[in-house]
């Protein structure tokens, strides 16, 4: 039953259809890792089934307890077994013989390059996590990590892993009081960082943040007063502050440890890391993961999604370790699975816009898993940049971080993919630790922009203001109805926080803000946070909606919308555009009557934009999100919010000079 303090509102409408399927072929559904059966029998026992996939880690103690509810909405998952996530990333492999396997090409931005095999990375691990009991680090202490995506990024991770202490990864793109209000609230001991990073060709100082995040400053009078140590990576050689009592240098104490440690054993439940995102208070929320449930669900669901060959396969994940998406598919899922990695510290276009499709064809990747906002960028770039490249290594493509609309799928799958590779869309969330939603490699005949059925063992529903789910062609709330392992075990240190911040929409259902949608087949299609729904006169209608029509349109490489205020209808359609670098035709008042007509076409007239912008880039955060607050803001003509978080807040100042020029009239 929804929460009484919620107001009701009419259903989510469901206006865009989506004919196009494509089956699996023969040759990868005989030798896929997943079986349709696997639906039946997860139905059938979802405890067990969630059983056997834990038995595929190493446990010191084997566990005996499934799952213990009865602190709902806290779960507990294989309680009484111990083990060691860095122990089952690394040392396993190494173990059982696969030592020589390559665990990561790594590729600097400049073009420098390392590869580290499974035992080259058992070797680092250990001697960091020496040194970071030498540093006076033990389990259950906090370690915040502020680095960019080099090698020792996941060393750091893993080294806290192995000694049972907690890792808490700062994006290195976050700002110095964003670290600030991150290091304050786990109470790290230690700050792992560098002297800076390699972007766009410029060197980016990081040890200048972390030392100006930890002195006194307007928002924090104190220093902070956790931190003991400040250990520093040599990355970039420039020129770095230094305070002789406090700060370490990586070399210094990790390069002359001993590579030899044993792993400390944990038990299940030990929480293995805290990942903050943003809360609508403005203070970021400290999202914790334990180790068993989520090392199961993390392994599980990279094995079966990504359909992973481990002796074979080379697989990328462009996200960075910093976001959910790099903890999961490319620190603890991969390697426990003990696959091949690339590992890129750079941005796709320095220092050329075909950089990724170089880097595929130079390592011959086999499996690419990246954001729907970099897909759109490269259709904008154009089909000639990766057409210069032979991308012919590719057998899967993944997409992850927001919907994707069909026609960027299409575009995919034919321009990358060659028509050839299966796409698996992706649906999960920093809270739920590993996918929930997605298309099974070998078992499911994909759809353009849906994310489709939840994996086996995972139970999803879309429901209504009251809780009742809904049926085939409507729109509603996405709720997980049944605990998983992977599942968050709350906000570090705020259990109130997180019962109300997931739990009191629906009793006993977990809710964190997205809309979806059934279409006629069941197949479930994200429309985005349900705060993105506009009301325009009396319907309700999804912003990912509308922006899928517009980007149907072959001019489209991405779009943006959002409500305003409107006297009439409540509110109304407001679209800010990019077009694509080899769009034919129509000058820039033309576009605004076409792609209103696309609107038109493809959902109704009620979903006509009122306003379209044609612009030169809308603007995202640093993990590539879409901030519609902000273009709501200059859609209702008042003065732009905050745009610290952006990755790069002169769009804003661009988008507000055009506005005037990209109105259409009402028809």
């Given at each position: 039953?929804?929460?009484?303090?919620?107001?009701k509102s009419p259903a989510l409408e469901n206006l865009h259809t989506e004919s196009r399927s494509?089956?699996?072929?023969?040759?990868?559904?005989?030798?896929?890792?997943?079986?349709?059966?696997?639906?039946?029998?997860?139905?059938?026992?979802?405890?067990?089934?969630?059983?056997?996939?834990?038995?595929?880690?190493?446990?010191?103690?084997?566990?005996?307890?499934?799952?213990?509810?009865?602190?709902?909405?806290?779960?507990?998952?294989?309680?009484?077994?111990?083990?060691?996530?860095?122990?089952?990333?690394?040392?396993?492999?190494?173990?059982?013989?696969?030592?020589?396997?390559?665990?990561?090409?790594?590729?600097?931005?400049?073009?420098?390059?390392?590869?580290?095999?499974?035992?080259?990375?058992?070797?680092?691990?250990?001697?960091?996590?020496?040194?970071?009991?030498?540093?006076?680090?033990?389990?259950?202490?906090?370690?915040?990590?502020?680095?960019?995506?080099?090698?020792?990024?996941?060393?750091?991770?893993?080294?806290?892993?192995?000694?049972?202490?907690?890792?808490?990864?700062?994006?290195?793109?976050?700002?110095?009081?964003?670290?600030?209000?991150?290091?304050?609230?786990?109470?790290?001991?230690?700050?792992?960082?560098?002297?800076?990073?390699?972007?766009?060709?410029?060197?980016?100082?990081?040890?200048?943040?972390?030392?100006?995040?930890?002195?006194?400053?307007?928002?924090?009078?104190?220093?902070?007063?956790?931190?003991?140590?400040?250990?520093?990576?040599?990355?970039?050689?420039?020129?770095?502050?230094?305070?002789?009592?406090?700060?370490?240098?990586?070399?210094?104490?990790?390069?002359?440890?001993?590579?030899?440690?044993?792993?400390?054993?944990?038990?299940?439940?030990?929480?293995?890391?805290?990942?903050?995102?943003?809360?609508?208070?403005?203070?970021?929320?400290?999202?914790?993961?334990?180790?068993?449930?989520?090392?199961?669900?993390?392994?599980?669901?990279?094995?079966?999604?990504?359909?992973?060959?481990?002796?074979?396969?080379?697989?990328?994940?462009?996200?960075?370790?910093?976001?959910?998406?790099?903890?999961?598919?490319?620190?603890?899922?991969?390697?426990?699975?003990?696959?091949?990695?690339?590992?890129?510290?750079?941005?796709?276009?320095?220092?050329?816009?075909?950089?990724?499709?170089?880097?595929?064809?130079?390592?011959?990747?086999?499996?690419?898993?990246?954001?729907?906002?970099?897909?759109?960028?490269?259709?904008?770039?154009?089909?000639?940049?990766?057409?210069?490249?032979?991308?012919?290594?590719?057998?899967?493509?993944?997409?992850?971080?927001?919907?994707?609309?069909?026609?960027?799928?299409?575009?995919?799958?034919?321009?990358?993919?060659?028509?050839?590779?299966?796409?698996?869309?992706?649906?999960?969330?920093?809270?739920?630790?590993?996918?929930?939603?997605?298309?099974?490699?070998?078992?499911?005949?994909?759809?353009?922009?849906?994310?489709?059925?939840?994996?086996?063992?995972?139970?999803?529903?879309?429901?209504?203001?009251?809780?009742?789910?809904?049926?085939?062609?409507?729109?509603?709330?996405?709720?997980?109805?049944?605990?998983?392992?992977?599942?968050?075990?709350?906000?570090?240190?705020?259990?109130?926080?997180?019962?109300?911040?997931?739990?009191?929409?629906?009793?006993?259902l977990y809710f964190a803000g997205d809309g979806a949608k059934r279409d006629a087949d069941g197949?479930?299609?994200?429309?985005?946070?349900?705060?993105?729904?506009?009301?325009?006169?009396?319907?309700?209608?999804?912003?990912?909606?509308?922006?899928?029509?517009?980007?149907?349109?072959?001019?489209?490489?991405?779009?943006?919308?959002?409500?305003?205020?409107?006297?009439?209808?409540?509110?109304?359609?407001?679209?800010?555009?990019?077009?694509?670098?080899?769009?034919?035709?129509?000058?820039?008042?033309?576009?605004?009557?076409?792609?209103?007509?696309?609107?038109?076409?493809?959902?109704?007239?009620?979903?006509?934009?009122?306003?379209?912008?044609?612009?030169?880039?809308?603007?995202?955060?640093?993990?590539?999100?879409?901030?519609?607050?902000?273009?709501?803001?200059?859609?209702?003509?008042?003065?732009?919010?905050?745009?610290?978080?952006?990755?790069?807040?002169?769009?804003?100042?661009?988008?507000?000079?055009?506005?005037?020029?990209?109105?259409?009239?009402?028809?």
């Amino acid at each position: 039953m929804v929460n009484d303090a919620q107001t009701k509102s009419p259903a989510l409408e469901n206006l865009h259809t989506e004919s196009r399927s494509f089956p699996p072929s023969i040759d990868f559904a005989s030798q896929a890792n997943a079986r349709s059966d696997m639906y039946t029998r997860a139905a059938a026992d979802r405890l067990g089934f969630w059983r056997d996939q834990a038995e595929h880690l190493h446990w010191d103690t084997p566990f005996t307890e499934t799952l213990d509810w009865s602190d709902a909405p806290v779960a507990r998952w294989f309680a009484d077994g111990t083990l060691n996530a860095c122990d089952n990333a690394v040392d396993r492999h190494v173990r059982e013989g696969r030592g020589d396997r390559v665990a990561f090409h790594f590729e600097g931005e400049p073009g420098d390059t390392r590869t580290l095999t499974y035992a080259d990375m058992q070797r680092e691990v250990s001697k960091a996590a020496n040194a970071l009991e030498s540093l006076g680090i033990t389990k259950g202490d906090r370690v915040a990590i502020y680095l960019p995506q080099i090698p020792e990024a996941v060393v750091s991770m893993l080294a806290c892993a192995r000694i049972g202490a907690i890792h808490s990864v700062v994006f290195g793109g976050f700002s110095a009081d964003s670290l600030r209000q991150r290091i304050d609230d786990a109470q790290a001991k230690l700050v792992i960082t560098a002297d800076g990073g390699n972007r766009r060709g410029a060197h980016l100082a990081l040890k200048p943040l972390v030392d100006a995040s930890l002195a006194p400053s307007e928002a924090h009078p104190e220093p902070a007063a956790s931190v003991e140590h400040v250990l520093v990576v040599k990355r970039t050689g420039q020129e770095t502050a230094w305070t002789d009592e406090r700060d370490v240098w990586w070399d210094d104490v990790v390069t002359t440890a001993s590579a030899d440690h044993t792993p400390v054993m944990v038990e299940a439940e030990h929480p293995l890391f805290i990942l903050y995102t943003s809360g609508t208070t403005g203070s970021p929320k400290g999202l914790f993961h334990t180790t068993g449930g989520y090392l199961t669900g993390a392994a599980y669901t990279h094995r079966v999604v990504f359909d992973l060959k481990p002796e074979s396969d080379v697989y990328w994940c462009s996200a960075d370790v910093g976001w959910i998406t790099g903890h999961s598919y490319i620190v603890y899922g991969p390697m426990i699975n003990g696959a091949t990695q690339v590992l890129y510290e750079g941005v796709p276009n320095a220092p050329h816009e075909g950089r990724w499709w170089e880097i595929i064809e130079k390592y011959k990747v086999s499996i690419f898993y990246t954001a729907p906002t970099a897909i759109r960028t490269f259709m904008k770039w154009g089909e000639a940049i990766p057409a210069r490249f032979d991308l012919s290594s590719l057998r899967l493509l993944g997409s992850v971080g927001e919907p994707i609309n069909p026609e960027a799928w299409m575009w995919y799958r034919r321009v990358i993919g060659g028509d050839r590779c299966p796409i698996v869309d992706t649906w999960w969330q920093t809270e739920t630790g590993s996918i929930m939603i997605s298309p099974l490699p070998g078992v499911t005949a994909t759809k353009p922009g849906s994310a489709q059925v939840p994996l086996p063992g995972v139970s999803a529903a879309v429901v209504d203001d009251d809780a009742r789910e809904v049926g085939p062609g409507r729109g509603g709330y996405l709720v997980l109805d049944q605990p998983w392992p992977s599942m968050l075990r709350g906000i570090w240190g705020d259990r109130e926080r997180y019962e109300k911040t997931y739990w009191s929409h629906f009793d006993g259902l977990y809710f964190a803000g997205d809309g979806a949608k059934r279409d006629a087949d069941g197949d479930i299609w994200l429309m985005g946070r349900v705060d993105d729904v506009m009301n325009v006169s009396g319907h309700r209608l999804s912003t990912t909606e509308i922006e899928h029509a517009l980007v149907s349109h072959p001019w489209v490489a991405e779009a943006a919308v959002v409500g305003a205020a409107d006297e009439t209808t409540g509110q109304a359609v407001v679209a800010f555009v990019v077009v694509k670098s080899d769009a034919a035709g129509a000058s820039a008042s033309g576009h605004e009557v076409a792609l209103r007509e696309q609107v038109k076409e493809q959902i109704g007239a009620l979903a006509k934009p009122r306003t379209i912008l044609v612009v030169s880039e809308v603007p995202k955060t640093r993990s590539g999100k879409i901030m519609r607050r902000l273009l709501r803001d200059v859609a209702e003509h008042r003065a732009v919010g905050d745009v610290t978080t952006l990755a790069d807040s002169s769009v804003m100042d661009a988008i507000r000079d055009g506005l005037e020029g990209g109105k259409a009239d009402d028809d």
